[in-house]
C-alpha cells in the first residue's frame, strides 16, 4: 500500500519537470511527509486541466456519496485503489471514466516486517527527480453545508521484486509512471485493457531505497525536518534481505 509520501520539492522544479502552472502552489508547504490518514492536500495534476497543478484531499470521495457520515466512512478504505479491482469498485469505477489524474511527488515510504519490528524505508528514483503516481480524482459536495471537496486516491499494484522485500506484508507498491505514460494515463483511453497496460510495477533498478529512522512513525514527527528522509541504520536481527 502507499499511505505516506515526500514532496519536498520547489515549484520550479515541478513546473520545469511537468511543464504545468504550479502558481496554486505559491502558499504551499513542500514537506518531508504526509500522511493519508490526515488528509493532506497534495499537488495534482488532473484529466480536466492537464496544463496546471491542483492540490486535492487524500481520501477519495465520490460525487455519489449523500453524507458527511458516509463520505468519512468511505474515505477510510479509498487512500489507494487497487489496480485490478478500478473497474469493479463502485468508489472508483465513475472516476475512473472521468476522473484520472496524476499525484506529484519526489518519495514515498514503505515498512518491512522483521520478526516483530517493523522498518521504515524511503524510496525515491536514482535520478532524484521528481515524478508522479497515478490516481483517481472526484469532487463532492457537501449537501448540508455547501461545502466542495476535491479528493483523490493513489493507485497500487502488484510489488516489483525490490518492493516485495521492502513491503514484505501487503507486497504491493504504488503506481508510478514512466514518464513515456504520464500523459497516456490522463489523456488516453479508460478501457480495462489499456488501463491494465499502464498499472505495470515500476523496474526496480530506476530505485533508490534505504531505512531511514523510527521518527517517521512518530505522532509528534515534524514534516520540515529533513532528517526524515535521511539514511539510518537500523538494529538488525540477521540481515534485512
Not at 18 to 28: G, K, N, Q, W, Y
Not at 98 to 114: D, K, L, N, Y
Request: proline letters at 7%; glycine letters at 8%; charged letters at 25%.
Amino acid at each position: 500500500m502507499c499511505f505516506t509520501i515526500e514532496v519536498h520539492l520547489t515549484r520550479q522544479a515541478i513546473e520545469n519537470r511537468f511543464s504545468v502552472d504550479a502558481s496554486s502552489l505559491r502558499e504551499f508547504d513542500f514537506n518531508y511527509f504526509y500522511k493519508a490518514f490526515q488528509n493532506p492536500l497534495i499537488p495534482v495534476i488532473t484529466q480536466d486541466e492537464p496544463d496546471r497543478v491542483q492540490l486535492m484531499q487524500w481520501g477519495l470521495i465520490p460525487s455519489w456519496v449523500p453524507d458527511q457520515e458516509k463520505a468519512t466512512r468511505i474515505r477510510k478504505g479509498t487512500y489507494n485503489a487497487r489496480a485490478e479491482s478500478l473497474h469493479e469498485k463502485p468508489s472508483f469505477r465513475g472516476a475512473l471514466r472521468g476522473g484520472r489524474c496524476c499525484v506529484i511527488a519526489h518519495g514515498f515510504f514503505e515498512w518491512q516486517h522483521q520478526g516483530g519490528r517493523k522498518i521504515p524505508w524511503y524510496i525515491r528514483l536514482k535520478s532524484d527527480a521528481p515524478f508522479l503516481f497515478a490516481g483517481l480524482c472526484d469532487q463532492w459536495v457537501d449537501r448540508d453545508t455547501g461545502e466542495l471537496l476535491r479528493t483523490f486516491t493513489i493507485i497500487t499494484t502488484r510489488a516489483n521484486p525490490l518492493l516485495e522485500k521492502i513491503h514484505n506484508s501487503k507486497k504491493r507498491m504504488p503506481v508510478i509512471l514512466p514518464r513515456e505514460t504520464e500523459t497516456d494515463w490522463i489523456r488516453g483511453e479508460f478501457g480495462k485493457h489499456h488501463v491494465d497496460q499502464l498499472m505495470l510495477p515500476f523496474p526496480e533498478e530506476q530505485l533508490h531505497t534505504h531505512t531511514v529512522s523510527g521518527k517517521i512513525s512518530s505522532p509528534g514527527a515534524d514534516p520540515a525536518d529533513p532528517g526524515i528522509i535521511e539514511e539510518y541504520g537500523q538494529p538488525r536481527e540477521g540481515t534485512l534481505f
